[in-house]
């Protein structure tokens, strides 16, 4: 499976078949990270983990403690495609990471960079 970044009118295909999106939360200084993985059903989101909390950012029920990060498992349906803003005013946008390479994505102000299965027709 491959994963399709559009972002800036420009597309790139990643062969990845999971994928690491990580950032920090732009008021609260904190760290998050979610692992996704890429298929025929769509984008599914498979742990999180966040370091710390704050304001409206309280880690879930069943979240467990581990080196400093709160770690769950979310309950979501697989998605067909994962929209990023791109406000270019948190200082910094997300870091995706594959077992390949890593890409800073949405760090200027522009428009919203999607992240979805190439090939979808969701």
Not at 16 to 23: D, E, N, Q, Y
Not at 28 to 45: H, I, N, Y
Not at 46 to 64: D, I, L, T, Y
């Amino acid at each position: 499976m491959s994963l399709c970044v559009l972002a800036g009118g420009k597309a790139l295909t990643l062969a990845a078949a999971a994928f690491t999106l990580s950032w920090t939360h732009s008021v609260e200084k904190t760290a998050w990270q979610e692992d996704w993985t890429v298929g025929a059903e769509g984008l599914s989101l498979v742990e999180a983990r966040v370091q710390g909390s704050g304001a409206g950012m309280e880690p879930p029920e069943g979240s467990v403690l581990e080196d400093g990060w709160w770690v769950y498992v979310p309950t979501i349906d697989a998605l067909p495609r994962l929209v990023l803003a791109a406000s270019g005013a948190t200082g910094q946008g997300w870091t995706l990471c594959t077992d390949e390479r890593c890409l800073e994505l949405g760090s200027k102000a522009g428009e919203p960079v999607t992240l979805e299965p190439c090939g979808s027709d969701h």
